[in-house]
């Protein structure tokens, strides 16, 4: 009964102490006001910057003012080469039977670094990029997908900054991370977790990242404005989840709606934005949204029709959230993982060519390639190429999974394969021959019929 009071007692002290820094944090959250967001946006969403596709002229631009916004205000880059730009070529999947194509393009890093822990990193992210423009010319401003999102962390970084002024900057570092290529799969956030973790991913303590807070979601069924979707707080880190709400609690206190919360909700928002990078590493995170529209990846989706109050109000929950984990004692605790029951299976090299192979279905239009990768199985469509491959995961024997598309594969005895997906069953049958232009060694099921 002692150790429990005495955890009880411990844990108490660890919140009113983690709260009483909320208390300082309050002057700077009121730098961030609905004027300068709107100033923000009005800019970054606007037609000069093209619809910032990834690797064109417009997200070029982009970078540019996010770059131009730090130097300003005095945040140093976060990237080695210190001119705040993370450079990756990435390869792009073309678009209606249009060929993939490779461009050149960069992740936006900036850092405040932390007086006490500075090794231990509070990354707060958003996506740059949006779709550009398209065959007719219309620009696609992306304002709330995912503009505000970024805007939202040029006023976060500014407070920030102005705390660190007044001699109150954060325990831990702040990495403000703008990722590329969202919109064409998470590439930029997958390349900093993946590839080039330039900090390193063992001691990042959370990853908030915010994408489209900008407006309200016409199909949800309470009609208080303000609110915000939470994704993904209490998935990883029972802590962290706390820590959200009693910030909200102590601060704002919007509505913290969880509609979406469920990694198994039909919509898949859980691994639909840039958190998920950092969530599949095991690092918790929060996904801060509000809802899709009517404007949702269309030329319609502007500056104008943003809720500047709402993004003000958002925007500063988002802030003290960062202030209250960069600032506490304790880092963030990780809830243990329970045990698997081991279903897992090792397939061979020889077992994964065996699958090899072309696969159509009478009920879906699409075929799907799949071939043997450095001891993993890759699909892509036909009609695309090997550098636009899906590695699959393996679940069982025979059984592989794509999460993030809710996506299930199931290899059967006669050159069968069966999709499972969205609670529907389609069967797939091997058609011969391979094609040769792919650079694909002659399945193992061929070379038994030959």
């Known amino acids: 009964m002692k150790k429990i009071l005495s955890i009880i007692v411990i844990s108490l002290i660890t919140i009113n102490l983690g709260f009483s820094q909320l208390s300082k944090a309050k002057k700077f959250a009121k730098s961030i006001t609905d004027k300068d967001l709107k100033e923000h946006l009005y800019t970054y969403a606007s037609d000069e910057f093209e619809g910032r596709d990834t690797g064109e002229e417009g997200q070029k631009k982009a970078v540019e003012y996010l770059k131009n916004y730090y130097k300003s205000i005095g945040i140093e880059p976060g990237d080695p080469d210190k001119d705040y730009f993370q450079p990756m070529t990435l390869t792009l999947r073309g678009r209606r039977g249009r060929e993939g194509k490779k461009v050149d393009t960069e992740n936006v890093i900036a850092i405040i670094k932390g007086t006490e822990k500075a090794d231990e990193y509070v990354v707060i992210s958003a996506h740059l ?27 976060i970084a500014e407070a920030f900054k102005k705390a660190v002024k007044k001699g ?12 590329t290529g969202e919109e064409k799969g998470l590439l930029g956030s997958r390349y900093y977790t993946d590839t080039d973790p330039i900090y390193p991913l063992e001691n990042t303590v959370v990853n908030l990242n ?16 303000d609110y915000i979707y939470l994704i993904g707080s209490d998935h990883d880190s029972k802590d962290l989840h706390n820590l959200s709400e009693e910030t909200n609690k102590e601060t704002i206190n919007m509505t913290l709606d969880y509609r979406f919360n469920d990694k198994n909700d039909p919509n898949r928002f859980y691994y639909r934005s840039d958190h998920y990078n950092f969530a599949k590493k095991g690092i918790p995170i929060i996904f801060y949204f509000t809802g899709t529209h009517a404007d949702y990846h269309k030329p319609t989706d502007t500056p104008d029709k943003i809720e500047y109050d709402l993004l003000e109000l958002r925007t500063q929950l988002i802030f003290y959230t960062a202030w209250n984990i960069a600032n506490r004692d304790a880092r963030l605790v990780v809830d243990p993982k329970p045990e698997k029951v081991s279903d897992s299976y090792s397939h061979s090299k020889k077992e994964l060519k065996s699958f090899e192979g072309l696969y159509k279905s009478d009920a879906f239009p699409r075929m799907f390639h799949f071939y043997e990768n450095d001891g993993k199985l890759s699909m892509f469509p036909e009609g695309r190429s090997k550098d636009e491959s899906m590695v699959l995961d393996e679940k069982g024997k025979n059984k592989f999974k794509m999460e993030m598309a809710g996506l299930e594969i199931e290899f059967k ?35 038994e019929q030959e």
């Open 129 to 155: 990029d949006h779709v550009g423009v398209n065959e007719s010319g219309e620009i696609y401003n992306g304002a709330d997908d995912d503009g505000s999102g970024t805007v939202a962390m040029l006023e």
């Open 168 to 179: 109150k900057g954060p325990k831990r570092s702040i990495i403000f991370l703008h990722v």
């Open 210 to 225: 915010i994408d489209m807070i900008g407006r309200i979601d016409p199909t949800r069924e309470a009609k208080n404005r």
């Open 413 to 447: 005895e006669g050159n069968k394969m069966i999709f499972k997906i969205g609670g529907n069953e389609i069967l797939f049958n091997l058609i011969p021959p391979p094609t040769e232009k792919l650079g694909i060694e002659k399945p193992e099921q061929y070379k």
